[in-house]
Structures are given as C-alpha cells and as structure tokens.
Nanobody
Framework: QVRLTESGGGSVQAGGSLRLSCVAS????????MGWYRQAPGKEREFVAV????????HYADSVKGRFAISRDSAKNTVYLQMENLKPEDTAVYYC?????????????????RGQGTQVTVSS
C-alpha cells in the first residue's frame, strides 16, 4: 500500500513563502505523475500543480502560475511545492496526489493515491 505523507504547512503572512514536501513510501510505487491539490472550507477540491515522473512536464492552475513551483526528487520519491508571494486566498488544506496519469486536474476525485493533507494559512 503506497502512502503519501505531506509536511511543511503552516501559518504565514501575505507575501510570505512556504515549501511543502510529499514523500511516497510503502508498497510498489509506479506512477506517471505526482501533484498537489487544495481544499478550503466549504469549497470544492482545486487542482494546484502536477509534475510528470518521467519527463518533468509540469502543469499549474492559473491561480498559482508564477508564484508556485513544483519539483521532484525521484531518488527520494519526493515531490515539493515551493509557494511564493502567498495570498489569503491560498489558505486551504493542501493534499499530495500520485497517479498513473498526468492530467490529474481532470479527475481529482479519482486519483490513485492521496495524502492526509497539510494546512496552509495565509493571513492578511
């Protein structure tokens, strides 16, 4: 059973930065992509970013382009999300996801694996 464990969340002021990490462990891990999505209270899941595990292709939500950067360390089965110039509207629980497909923004409810989430709170 693959397990995804997020870390790095916290509380920051608007304009601040955070770096999230997600480590995949356990079982046989075969994935095409890993990424992040978020969910704020009372709102639906929102795709944030994804990175291909084979060719480093990335895709971002328009709301985070230019502010967030996703990267990976294959040797450590780890994906990162560097978040800069954070805004109060970025406040949410951030979840890591891993899937056999790349276009996870089309099917967030059905990704192969997801983590338990880490809270990000941005105050104005």
């Amino acid at each position: 059973q693959v397990r995804l464990t997020e870390s790095g969340g916290g509380s920051v002021q608007a304009g601040g930065s955070l770096r999230l990490s997600c480590v995949a462990s356990g079982g046989t891990f075969s994935t095409a992509a890993m990424g992040w999505y978020r969910q704020a209270p009372g709102k639906e899941r929102e795709f944030v970013a994804v990175i291909s595990w084979t060719d480093d292709r990335t895709h971002y939500a328009d709301s985070v382009k230019g502010r967030f950067a996703i990267s990976r360390d294959s040797a450590k089965n780890t994906v990162y999300l560097q978040m800069e110039n954070l805004k109060p509207e970025d406040t949410a629980v951030y979840y890591c996801a891993a899937d056999s497909g790349f276009k996870i923004w089309d099917y967030l409810d059905y990704v192969d694996y997801r983590g338990q989430g880490t809270q990000v709170t941005v105050s104005s």
